[in-house]
């Protein structure tokens, strides 16, 4: 008789991943500042977090949320269309319209609820969805809830998702063309223009997701300021617990756009607004990224100097990949740096493709020069073994 219990099922789930070296497991990490964590016992230097302008410890965030906590309390008690649109949201908003030069914004409770929430908003049966094969995993639970037609072109090529557009757009009634501004495994930045310019070419909507965009390139203001003009871009998302160092999601959009968001997403009616402390502390962050150009410079600064140490590609962003194969030399590499006393993540599938583990350096401007000079001779070895 086969073992049909519940937990039989996951016992052998995990010996599958375990064999693959796909297992994961949580290691309890406690930050200690901007750079350090202490885990499994040991203090490390960390370059596996997405804090990258370190605000979850500005004290000018904190204070806003320690303000804000103790007026309204720990929790929204409802939805934002019930009760739990607290005063402080009106606010958040405004400033990330203002950051974004958009009519309007939205903020939902986290990024992954805003693109399930909002993709099946824009697109439906009819509809073609033409999406960049590297973008994150709620985009593609977004796509894949929307019921539209969703077909992936290489990472980064507007000639290939010319080539979707061209044999599929007139099929289908609306099209979304969809990438991230910065991407979050590769570090590099969508070519927004040649996108913006297929999106006009082919009548679709062109919607990024700039999770590591925000806070780090074009000024902080995100991808779509990271080029000579700034690109016409309809919806923009992203979220606010990365640069930003709080939690939360949101839309810069148009107010109609916006307006239809509030109405219609699901994941923003049916779930809990944030806690009020939270929504405080990002106002305060935004504010800090509008205005300190020379902190919002720093991420980008430190990536470069790993990147050219080591003669890797130039840096776009936050963000430098090496690139090692197999899951288990990410998973070594990983191990060697650790014992080192650094910590970077080793990234496998599924959230990369089978061939490509690699490791993940992600950059803040807590890091110092120096910080940056010891993780470069430290990844040097793994380099050589490549
Ligand atoms: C982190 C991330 C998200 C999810 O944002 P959360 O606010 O953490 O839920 C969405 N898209 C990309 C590209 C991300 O890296």
């Not at 809830?145 to 507007?158: C, E, M, Q, T």
């Not at 998702?161 to 590769?186: N, P």
């Not at 939270?278 to 106002?283: K, L, P, R």
């Not at 000079?373 to 073994?385: C, F, K, W, Y």
Request: aromatic share 6%; charged share 20%.
């Amino acid at each position: 008789m086969p073992d049909r219990s519940l937990d039989g099922f996951a016992t052998r789930k995990l010996q599958a991943l375990e064999r693959r070296e796909l297992r994961r497991s949580l290691a309890g990490t406690e930050k200690i500042d901007g750079r350090r964590v202490r885990s499994q016992g040991r203090e490390l230097l960390s370059f596996a977090g997405n804090d990258y302008l370190g605000l979850s410890h500005r004290p000018e965030v904190v204070e806003a949320s320690l303000a804000a906590t103790r007026r309204y309390g720990t929790g929204a008690g409802a939805s934002r269309l019930i009760t739990g649109n607290h005063p402080l949201y009106a606010a958040l908003e405004a400033r990330l319209a203002s950051l974004k030069d958009t009519e309007d914004a939205v903020v939902f409770g986290s990024g992954y609820l805003t693109n399930v929430g909002v993709i099946p908003l824009l697109a439906g049966e009819a509809d073609l969805i033409v999406m960049d094969e590297s973008c994150h995993s709620c985009l593609l639970a977004g796509a894949a809830l929307s019921g539209a037609k969703v077909v992936h072109f290489n990472h980064n090529d507007p000639a290939a998702a010319a080539a979707v557009l061209a044999a599929e757009r007139s099929r289908h009634r609306h099209c979304l063309l969809l990438t991230e501004g910065v991407f979050s495994m590769e570090g590099d930045l969508a070519p927004l223009p040649e996108l913006g310019e297929l999106a006009g070419r082919f009548d679709a909507w062109l919607m990024t997701d700039d999770a590591h965009g925000l806070g780090v390139v074009g000024d902080g203001r995100g991808s779509s300021f990271a080029f000579d003009e700034p690109v016409d871009l309809p919806v923009q998302m992203g979220t606010l617990s990365k640069a930003a160092g709080c939690y939360g999601g949101y839309i810069c959009a148009s107010h109609q756009v916006c307006e239809l968001i509030r109405n219609r997403a699901r994941s923003f009616g049916f779930s809990t607004g944030l806690p009020p402390g939270t929504v405080a502390a990002a106002a305060a962050a935004l504010e800090i990224i509008a205005t300190e150009r020379d902190l919002v410079a720093l991420p980008v600064a430190r990536a470069r100097s790993f990147a050219a140490a080591l003669a890797l590609k130039p840096a776009q962003s936050a963000i430098v990949p090496l690139v090692l194969g197999p899951a288990a030399r990410a998973v070594e590499a990983g191990s060697a740096l650790r014992e080192a006393g650094f910590l970077v993540a080793a990234i496998r599938p599924p959230t990369v493709p089978a061939g490509t583990s690699r490791l993940r350096f992600a950059f803040s401007a807590e890091h110092s020069e120096r910080d940056v000079r010891e993780l470069t001779a430290a990844v040097r070895p793994i380099l050589d073994g490549r």
